[in-house]
């Protein structure tokens, strides 16, 4: 239903595109109330695109974006110390869109940056919300866009929003994706993040162009190793040899460490015994709404023998 919903729109976009583009050609022609449309037609990747565009803008307008949390447990104790933010988007007429679809459409025409500060603002009310209920402490994460990332005007919206939310800096963590920390300016942009008191993590780690000396030059408190070298662990030891090496490597720099898209109790065991320090996947839960996120750390911060070194699965639907 939601693929045919798009492509009727993007057809009749595409029509609407190619009868303004036509215009200007057909009007200076004798036979325009007779002639056909012109043979060209717009690219339908072209045109999806800017249905999703004027989707996405009309999303954001009418609040058809919400968050939902996947916790993010330490190993040692197997509580929840963490939640990271995560958009999603519910059309009318195209039903639950996923983030892989929308969000580079949302880099690519700039809508990425009211987006980012639509997730970053709700994160930090939400966290705030959780803190003046009595939830035990609780890191809240959000990843920012490339597109966010431009000179110091990220560390002036974060402030703003800190103190329009009331949260505590320490409480919030910023994830950066390790590509940028190629770009210039992004080291002084961290800094000044640092300065506010946030603390800062670099995700998807072991699929950029890092190395030893830049993270010692950068403030960095966490790496989050990418998803895709857990999710073969047990198959392939490439993989298997690179998520060591970070940990290692990490442990070295007293860093955090995070490992994204953990699903099995084989790659639970191999993180575990590799002195990994956290967890985040569906092994223990799938993102959720707030509520039901607010009534897992209850229950898990209650628990009297949390087991050590132990992750165990949340439960699939909210507890009594």
Same mark, same amino acid.
């Given at each position: 239903?939601?693929?045919r919903?798009?492509?009727?729109?993007?057809?009749?976009?595409?029509?609407?595109?190619?009868?303004?583009?036509?215009?200007?050609?057909?009007?200076k022609?004798?036979?325009?109330?007779?002639?056909?449309?012109?043979?060209?037609?717009?690219?339908?990747?072209?045109?999806?695109?800017?249905?999703?565009?004027?989707?996405?803008?009309?999303?954001?307008?009418?609040?058809?974006?919400?968050?939902?949390?996947?916790?993010?447990?330490?190993l040692?104790?197997?509580?929840?110390?963490?939640?990271?933010?995560?958009?999603?988007?519910?059309?009318?007429?195209?039903?639950?869109v996923?983030?892989?679809?929308?969000?580079?459409?949302?880099?690519?025409?700039?809508?990425?940056?009211?987006?980012?500060?639509?997730?970053?603002?709700?994160?930090c009310?939400?966290?705030?919300?959780w803190?003046?209920?009595?939830?035990?402490?609780?890191?809240?994460?959000?990843?920012?866009?490339?597109?966010?990332?431009?000179?110091?005007?990220?560390?002036?919206?974060?402030a703003?929003?800190?103190?329009?939310?009331?949260?505590?800096?320490?409480? $919030?963590? !910023?994830?950066?994706?390790?590509?940028?920390?190629?770009? &210039?300016?992004?080291?002084?942009? +961290? *800094? =000044? %993040?640092?300065?506010?008191?946030?603390?800062?993590?670099?995700?998807?780690?072991?699929?950029?162009?890092?190395?030893?000396?830049?993270?010692?030059?950068?403030?960095?408190?966490?790496?989050?190793?990418?998803?895709?070298?857990?999710?073969?662990?047990?198959?392939?030891?490439?993989?298997?040899?690179?998520?060591?090496?970070?940990?290692?490597?990490?442990?070295? $720099?007293? !860093?955090?460490?995070?490992?994204?898209?953990?699903?099995? &109790?084989?790659?639970?065991?191999? +993180? *575990? =015994? %590799?002195?990994?320090?956290?967890?985040?996947?569906?092994?223990?839960?799938?993102?959720?709404?707030?509520?039901?996120?607010?009534?897992?750390?209850?229950h898990?911060?209650?628990?009297?023998?949390?087991?050590?070194?132990?992750?165990?699965?949340?439960?699939?639907?909210?507890?009594?």
């Amino acid at each position: 239903m939601r693929s045919r919903s798009l492509e009727s729109i993007t057809n009749r976009m595409e029509s609407r595109l190619q009868n303004a583009d036509a215009a200007p050609h057909r009007a200076k022609s004798p036979e325009w109330n007779n002639g056909p449309l012109p043979s060209n037609r717009l690219p339908a990747t072209a045109a999806r695109n800017v249905v999703m565009e004027s989707l996405l803008r009309e999303a954001l307008a009418h609040q058809e974006l919400t968050l939902h949390y996947q916790p993010q447990v330490d190993l040692d104790s197997g509580r929840i110390v963490g939640v990271e933010a995560l958009p999603r988007w519910h059309n009318p007429l195209l039903g639950n869109v996923a983030p892989a679809e929308f969000l580079p459409i949302a880099e690519e025409t700039g809508l990425s940056i009211p987006i980012g500060e639509w997730v970053l603002r709700t994160a930090c009310t939400q966290a705030q919300a959780w803190r003046e209920i009595g939830l035990p402490p609780l890191r809240m994460v959000v990843r920012v866009l490339p597109r966010q990332f431009i000179g110091i005007e990220l560390a002036q919206a974060v402030a703003r929003i800190l103190r329009e939310t009331g949260l505590r800096p320490d409480y $919030l963590d !910023l994830e950066i994706t390790e590509s940028l920390l190629a770009r &210039d300016g992004v080291a002084d942009t +961290l *800094r =000044a %993040l640092k300065r506010l008191g946030v603390r800062l993590t670099i995700e998807g780690f072991g699929t950029g162009h890092s190395n030893l000396g830049h993270l010692r030059r950068l403030p960095i408190d966490r790496i989050k190793i990418d998803e895709s070298f857990v999710r073969d662990i047990g198959d392939e030891d490439d993989d298997q040899s690179i998520a060591a090496a970070v940990i290692a490597m990490a442990r070295g $720099l007293r !860093l955090v460490v995070i490992a994204d898209g953990v699903e099995t &109790d084989t790659q639970l065991a191999f +993180l *575990r =015994a %590799l002195h990994c320090n956290e967890i985040q996947g569906d092994l223990f839960s799938q993102p959720h709404p707030a509520d039901h996120i607010a009534t897992l750390v209850r229950h898990y911060s209650k628990s009297s023998d949390p087991g050590p070194r132990s992750a165990r699965r949340a439960p699939s639907k909210p507890l009594a």
